[in-house]
């Protein structure tokens, strides 16, 4: 319990620092997530004080959430482009590369991030690593033949366990599947990516490689900023 009340601090204090860089008139992408949670709920607080600002969304959940708060929600296609996005990672390492996908949006995540000007990772301090691998690796793909990826998967002994809720395949918010990878360690994971999205019936990886320009990760009491630039 005490380690829980920990992350939820450092998550909390990542998300409230990253709040920090919206300005007002801006467009902002939101990820999803519990740390992302926080982001949301600063966002909707400012937003009640003033700060006039249109967000795309990146799952239902979220959606949920950010109207709940009064934000002011605009599809993507008619974004133009978000100034900053925010969102979470399930892991991230010095390079500012990362697994996400834990909570399934990996795909309208990576959409809506590789749209953005500026990208902010909000993190507590466990999910920062030396190495990727750690945490299960998430693949979307399609349900039709999924269990052909599955063997695929299980023959170059990447360990796949398709991933299940309330006794049935978890579905994305577009209806697929997610494969989670159990790698125990990535040695480069831009090859990896793009030798798992040859397979035919994958959609997505949870692997997103470079794109990320800011990681705030919240550590005890405070904060520690990883920039890739100025912004």
Not at 57 to 80: H, P, Q, Y
Not at 95 to 103: D, E, L, V, Y
């Amino acid at each position: 319990m005490e380690e829980k009340n920990k992350q939820n601090s450092e998550k909390k204090l990542a998300a409230e620092k990253a709040v920090e860089f919206v300005k007002d008139g801006m467009i902002v992408g939101i990820g999803t997530g519990s740390t992302v949670f926080y982001a949301i709920k600063k966002l909707g607080e400012l937003v009640q004080n003033g700060l006039n600002i249109s967000a795309v969304s990146t799952s239902d959940s979220t959606t949920k959430l950010a109207g709940a708060e009064g934000i002011r929600l605009i599809n993507l296609d008619k974004a133009v482009r978000p100034d900053i996005n925010i969102d979470g990672a399930d892991e991230a390492d010095r390079n500012f590369n990362g697994i996400k996908g834990g909570g399934g949006a990996l795909l309208f995540e990576k959409i809506v991030a590789l749209s953005s000007v500026k990208n902010i990772w909000i993190l507590d301090s466990s999910k920062n690593v030396e190495q990727l691998g750690k945490f299960p690796l998430p693949v979307e793909v399609i349900p039709f033949g999924y269990k052909r990826v599955l063997n695929i998967f299980k023959e170059m002994k990447y360990y796949p366990e398709l991933r299940i809720k309330n006794n049935n395949p978890y579905l994305t918010d577009s209806g697929n599947y997610i494969l989670d990878l159990h790698l125990e360690k990535i040695e480069d994971a831009g090859i990896l990516d793009k030798e798992i999205k040859l397979i035919t019936g994958v959609v997505e990886t949870g692997l997103f490689i470079n794109i990320a320009d800011v990681i705030i990760t919240g550590k005890n009491n405070s904060v520690e900023i990883l920039r890739k630039e100025k912004l």
